[in-house]
């Protein structure tokens, strides 16, 4: 039987080799932190805290703003400094708590969160899972808890832990899965156990045969999860693509996993949760890849969450020559462009790419030639070509006949394009101003 996979899609080049040999490194900033409220999907986290009050790390510091919304904790101790709008790593201004780290990380007694495993119901793990403020970690950010509550608990059948890490020069999965693969697997045994009817699945690209021999190794007398082995190719690690190649159901736009009888959660999410259940300990940190040809010693940086991304290339090495020529929050193929330095790691951020040379700004773009390229490679099996073009004609009835809402924006087409044609971005913006109309 061949590797598990889906039609369409590329292979760019990896970057991984940068990075994925370097172990997890502790890293404890001593500079203020700061708390975008909006760090997730849905409403906005609403303060709990003001200007003045000493806080501790662990503590609660903003609640859920809604149903769909996540509590916030302090991953320092120090004193509120302000509650104002900063920039982040995307670009926009957000309400942010600032914190004035006084270095010492002074905790709560996070022993006082744990309870036993086997007093607690589903609702009990649904409700810590709330409380800890953990949502999905590949870059959605969509609160967890609110995942994890299907209307029908007796129809999955499948929960998947997304560790293909398909995107280039990522190795923070990677790094998880070697290190800490025990936690993994705890975590996933919890959520199995929320769903009666529901078998495990560690998917993992097979360009890393070491995750996936350790994790099998591991696993190999658990009746209820399996890892699977997936042929190495962007973007395998897509929701839908991630659930066709383990599953073969087909999902669409309109559509949640839970439709299809499944639940998918990144690998730092699975750690997030054993650390809430098993160590009592609230989302606090994450492993963020420090990363690219132009860092002088790529890491993988264990990061309490707040930490400034400036310091985080500093504590790198800093940048090999002169600064790079593009700088981007996540990978290079969905990530996005940071246009400052100063702005705090959050709960969605992987990785900071430093890359010598800005490719995509010396490519010029000229007139499309009909190779059928785009279409080839989409993993959604549009027309992406014709969806821009009716973009830049501003025919939204005609792009969404066309199914442009299928497109994920995963950036396989501008890739290919030999034309250099700027194709997902023309794609995004006319997605935009159909959600932007549908809401209206």
């Known amino acids: 039987m061949g590797l598990m996979t889906f039609k369409g899609g590329l292979h760019p080049y990896e970057g991984k080799e940068i990075s994925m040999d370097k172990e997890i490194k502790d890293y404890f900033s001593k500079s203020d932190m700061v708390y975008p409220l909006n760090q997730h999907i849905g409403a906005p986290a609403k303060p709990l805290v003001k200007k003045g009050d000493r806080v501790l790390r662990g503590q609660k510091i903003a609640e859920a703003g809604g149903f769909v919304s996540a509590n916030i904790h302090a991953s320092a101790s120090g004193t509120v400094k302000a509650i104002e709008p900063r920039r982040t790593s995307g670009g926009n201004m957000a309400m942010s708590i600032v914190l004035e780290n006084d270095g010492a990380y002074e905790s709560i007694d996070f022993d006082e969160n744990i309870r036993p495993l086997e007093e607690l119901y589903c609702d009990d793990v649904r409700d810590i899972i709330r409380e800890a403020g953990i949502v999905g970690m590949g870059g959605a950010g969509f609160p967890t808890n609110v995942k994890l509550t299907p209307k029908d608990d007796e129809a999955i059948d499948y929960v998947i832990v997304n560790g293909a890490e398909c995107e280039p020069y990522l190795t923070s999965d990677y790094r998880r899965m070697i290190e800490e693969p025990e936690k993994l697997i705890i975590g996933l045994k919890i959520v199995v156990n929320l769903f009666p009817n529901a078998k495990g699945i560690i998917a993992i690209e097979d360009n890393k045969p070491k995750a996936i021999k350790k994790l099998r190794e591991l696993t190999r007398d658990e009746e209820k999860i399996t890892v699977n082995a997936m042929k190495t190719k962007y973007p395998q690690g897509g929701e839908r693509q991630l659930i066709y190649a383990n599953t073969k159901r087909r999902l669409n736009s309109k559509m949640l996993p839970a439709d299809v009888g499944c639940i998918v ?176």
Request: proline share 5%; with cysteine.
């Open 265 to 440: 959660n990144n690998v730092d999410t699975m750690i997030a949760i054993y650390e809430a259940l098993i160590e009592g300990k609230p989302l606090m940190d994450r492993i963020v890849t420090v990363t690219g040809d132009a860092i002088a010693n790529p890491c993988n940086f264990r990061v309490p969450l707040g930490t400034n991304c400036r310091e985080l290339i500093k504590a790198a090495g800093g940048y090999m020559h002169d600064a790079p020529g593009k700088i981007i929050a996540g990978g290079p193929m969905m990530g996005k462009d940071m246009i400052s330095l100063d702005v705090p790691s959050v709960k969605g951020l992987s990785a900071i790419l430093c890359l010598e040379e800005n490719v995509v700004a010396e490519m010029e773009e000229s007139n499309c030639i009909r190779c059928g390229k785009c279409g080839g490679v989409c993993p959604s099996g549009l027309m992406p070509a014709k969806l821009a073009v009716l973009s830049a004609r501003g025919n939204l009835e005609a792009f969404e006949v066309c199914d442009g809402m299928e497109c994920i924006e995963c950036g396989c087409c501008s890739y290919i394009c030999p034309a250099k044609r700027h194709l997902t971005q023309s794609i995004a913006s006319a997605r935009k101003q159909v959600l932007a109309s549908r809401k209206k």
